[in-house]
C-alpha cells in the first residue's frame, strides 16, 4: 500500500505531499531510533539526522525547480537515500549505493548543458564500476556471514581494502575523486546539489558501517590518502577559474580531512565526523545553488567575472557570505564545531598534526575569502530575484543549527 502511494506521489507530481509524508516518516524515527524491520533497521541518530538532511535538500529542491522530472529524479533520489541509511542487510546496503547512480546519471544525460556531459557519464559508471564490484567477492568470500550492516568480522589487509575501495569511490577520496568535478560541471543546479549534499553522504554512510573491521591497525593506508588528498584538493582549488569547479573540488578537500578524522577511531573523531557530515551537506548543496542561480542570471560561471552581488541583491550577498564564510570554518557554525574538535585529536595524537592541520586551513580560508570578496564587490548589476535566492534560508538556519552537536554528543 505504501508503495502504490509512493508510485501516486511520483507520476501525478504531488512533489509537496511526498515531501511531507518523508518529514512525518523521519520524525518518527527520531522519535523510535530503535525501531527495526525486515527491510529497515533505524539503530542511530546519525543515520537519522542525514535522512532530514536529505529531506531539507529536497524541500529546496521542490520549491526552486521548475522541470517536473527532475523534482520526480529528486524525489526518488532521495527515497534511494533513505533506504541505504536505515539498510536491514549488507547487500542491501550494497544495492542501494548502486542505485542512486541511476538518477544522477538521468540528470546529467538528458539536462546537461554541453556535450561533454557523455564524458561525465562515463567517468562516474566507470569508477562505480570499477570500485563497486569488487564489493561482491568479499561477500561472498566471507560466507554470507555479512547479513548485518554492523559486522565484527577479521579481514586481511588487502580484503579490508577492496571492501572499503566501493565506499571510497563516493567519498571521494583524492585519486579516486576525477570523476565529480567532471560530473558537476555538466549537471544542473538540481543534480550538482542532489551530488554533493547527498551522494558524496552515502560513501562516508557505508565506511561507518565498516570501520569496525579495522581494529586500530589498518588504517595506515587510508589515513596517508586523506592527509595528501585534503593538501591537494585544497592546492587545486586555488587555481579553478570555474565557480563549480571550485566547489567541487573543494568538497574533496573537505571529505578528505573527513576521512583523515574518522580514520583515527577515537570517540572524539568520530562525533566531529558526524557533524562534519551534516555541515559538509549544507554547505555544499548551498554552494551550488547560489553558483547555479549566478549562472541562470548570467550565463558565467567564471570566478572572475562573478563580482556585484552586494550592488545586485543585498540578500544574494549576505547568503553568499554566510556560506563560504561556513565553508571557511568560521565560528559558530557546525563546520568550526566539528574542526575544532578534530584539531584537538589531531594534535593528541600525531606528532606535528598542528602543522598538517594549519596548512589545510590555511589554504582552505584564502580560496574561500579570495572567492567570497571577489564576488560581492564590484559595481555590476544582477537582475536576481530575491524569493529565488531565499529558498536556500532554512538550509543556512540548518547550517548553523548546533543543536544537532547536542545529539550527537
Given at each position: 500500500m505504501v508503495a502504490w502511494l509512493l508510485l501516486s506521489l511520483y507520476f501525478f507530481d504531488w512533489s509537496e505531499y511526498f515531501l511531507l509524508l518523508m518529514v512525518v516518516l523521519g520524525v518518527f524515527m527520531m522519535s523510535f531510533v530503535g525501531w527495526s524491520g525486515l527491510f529497515f533497521v533505524s539503530d542511530s541518530y546519525t543515520y537519522v539526522l542525514l535522512v532530514i538532511m536529505s529531506l531539507f535538500i529536497l524541500g529546496v529542491v521542490v520549491m526552486s525547480e521548475s522541470s517536473k522530472v527532475l523534482r520526480i529524479l529528486s524525489s526518488i533520489l532521495v527515497v534511494v537515500c533513505f533506504c541505504f541509511f536505515v539498510p536491514g542487510s549488507m547487500l542491501m546496503l550494497y544495492?542501494?549505493?548502486?542505485?542512486s547512480i541511476f538518477p544522477i546519471v538521468v540528470m546529467i544525460l538528458g539536462y546537461g548543458y554541453q556535450i561533454e556531459k557523455i564524458s561525465s557519464a562515463y567517468y562516474l559508471l566507470f569508477y562505480a564500476a570499477f570500485c563497486s564490484f569488487p564489493f561482491l567477492f568479499i561477500y561472498f568470500k566471507s560466507l554470507f556471514l555479512m547479513n548485518f550492516v554492523y559486522f565484527d568480522l577479521v579481514f586481511s589487509w588487502e580484503m579490508l581494502f577492496v571492501l572499503t575501495l566501493s565506499f571510497m569511490m563516493k567519498f571521494p577520496v583524492f585519486f579516486l575523486h576525477l570523476w565529480l568535478p567532471k560530473a558537476h560541471v555538466e549537471a544542473p543546479t538540481t543534480a550538482s546539489m542532489l551530488l554533493a549534499g547527498l551522494l558524496l553522504k552515502l560513501g562516508t554512510a557505508g565506511f561507518l558501517r565498516v570501520m569496525k573491521c579495522f581494529?586500530?591497525?589498518?588504517?595506515?593506508?587510508?589515513?596517508?590518502?586523506?592527509?595528501?588528498?585534503m593538501l591537494m584538493a585544497s592546492i587545486s582549488c586555488i587555481f579553478q577559474s570555474d565557480a563549480k569547479s571550485l566547489a567541487a573540488y573543494s568538497s574533496v578537500s573537505h571529505m578528505s580531512f573527513l576521512l583523515l578524522s574518522l580514520i583515527f577511531l577515537w570517540c572524539g573523531s568520530k562525533t566531529s565526523g558526524f557533524v562534519m557530515m551534516l555541515?559538509?551537506?549544507?554547505?555544499?548543496?548551498?554552494?551550488?545553488?547560489?553558483?547555479?542561480?549566478?549562472f541562470h542570471v548570467s550565463g558565467s560561471r567564471l570566478v572572475y567575472y562573478m563580482n556585484g552581488f552586494f550592488c545586485s541583491s543585498l540578500l544574494l550577498g549576505i547568503l553568499f557570505s554566510v556560506v563560504f564564510l561556513a565553508n571557511s570554518g568560521v565560528p559558530p557554525s557546525l563546520s568550526f564545531l566539528a574542526e575544532f574538535m578534530s584539531i584537538g585529536v589531531f594534535?593528541?595524537?600525531?606528532?606535528?598534526g598542528f602543522w598538517l592541520v594549519f596548512l589545510y586551513f590555511f589554504l582552505n580560508f584564502y580560496y574561500s575569502v579570495y572567492f567570497l570578496t571577489n564576488a560581492v564587490m564590484g559595481k555590476s548589476y544582477l537582475d536576481v530575484m530575491s524569493m529565488i535566492v531565499g529558498f536556500s534560508i532554512p538550509l543556512v538556519v540548518m547550517m548553523y543549527n548546533i543543536v544537532w552537536f547536542s545529539v550527537l554528543v
Open positions: 544495492m542501494f549505493f548502486e542505485l581494529y586500530y591497525v589498518h588504517v595506515g593506508f587510508w589515513w596517508a590518502l586523506g592527509a595528501v588528498g555541515s559538509h551537506g549544507y554547505i555544499s548543496t548551498l554552494m551550488f545553488y547560489m553558483v547555479g542561480e549566478y594534535m593528541s595524537l600525531l606528532k606535528g
